[in-house]
């Protein structure tokens, strides 16, 4: 099949590379496509601006934006106007790929105070972020409607793996603080998430409108900051004082992967300890 990733950065490309491995071809959209390994075909393209030609026999579209920044602007323009100019490069060409998968976030879920939250959770975001992702999602939902095209959201919880290592910063220069109201962490591993991405698009049976893309293990931020302490070998973080700064954080919920793993995935790294385990070993690199 041809994959075409647009926003090729470090997800889009560890999924375009296991495509690729996979025997199908894979096209990948960004503004510096130079960047691109051998097996992906890189194309230039500001999706926030406008989408060039792109291949006719395309069967996989991955919309894989990234904000430039965290202003609502910069979200608007990388999602919102980045799915929009997918879409409409697409009916430019009268082309109708079999499934779209939209990379969204957990950020579309409010605060829950602890409960399961799931994709029969109604979205009530309450920052900008997570408003511009359901605006973006419904947008790819009414354009497909009708088509022959399966539209999917993957609403990814925090991304880490190669490169990705605040929390490991924090806890070696001691930055790190427990929060002193327990605060649970929804974590999925860069190669999980792109592992997801592949899995929903290819899968035999048709996939669900919506999955939530996190470990089996939402883990609370003490846990996850004294385990990677004892890692290191380094002293515990203390605990933040109640009401601070640090005690404030994006709410407080747990996601669970359910749905996805019904469908047979199996993440490699199941917990945070597996892929932390992983990035201190060196394991993996980020894609430029």
């Known amino acids: ?14 999924a375009g590379l296991r495509f690729a491995a996979a025997g199908h071809e894979v096209v990948g959209l960004r503004r510096s496509p130079e960047k691109l390994p051998s097996g992906i075909r890189g194309l230039y393209a500001d999706l ?4 060039p030609e ?12 990234a904000a430039d920044a965290s202003t609502e602007g910069a979200y608007r323009a990388a999602y919102l106007d980045g799915v929009k100019n997918v879409l409409d490069a697409l009916e430019r060409q ?11 976030s957990t950020a579309v879920y409010k605060d829950s105070g602890g409960a399961v939250v799931d994709e029969s959770t109604p979205t009530e975001p309450t920052r900008f972020s997570g408003k511009v ?10 354009r497909t409607r009708g088509t022959g095209t399966r539209p999917v959201s993957l609403r990814l919880g925090g ?5 990705r290592t605040r929390l490991i910063d924090q806890v070696k220069t001691g930055q790190a603080l427990i929060p002193a109201q327990p605060r649970h962490t929804n974590r999925v591993h ?22 939530v893309g996190v470990d089996d293990h939402a883990a609370e931020m003490g846990e996850v900051l004294r385990f990677l302490a004892a890692e290191l070998g380094c002293p515990e973080p203390p605990t933040a004082a109640p009401g601070g700064a640090s005690d404030a954080g994006p709410g407080d919920k747990r996601c669970s992967n359910a749905r996805l793993r019904a469908t047979g995935f199996e993440p490699s790294f199941p917990t945070f300890k597996e892929g932390y385990r992983a990035l201190l070993a060196g394991e993996g690199v980020r894609h430029p």
């Open 1 to 14: 099949m041809t994959v075409l990733i647009a926003g090729c950065g470090d997800l889009g490309t560890e």
């Open 48 to 51: 926030s601006k406008d989408v």
């Open 54 to 65: 792109l291949p006719t026999d395309v069967d996989i579209v991955v919309i894989a934006v």
């Open 94 to 104: 009268a082309l109708e790929p079999r499934r779209i998968l939209f990379v969204s």
């Open 133 to 142: 992702l359901v605006e973006a999602e419904e947008l790819l939902f009414a």
């Open 159 to 163: 991304i880490y793996g190669p490169g």
């Open 190 to 211: 860069r190669d999980d998430a792109a592992a997801m991405i592949v899995h929903l698009t290819t899968m035999d049976q048709d996939p669900g409108p919506v999955y």
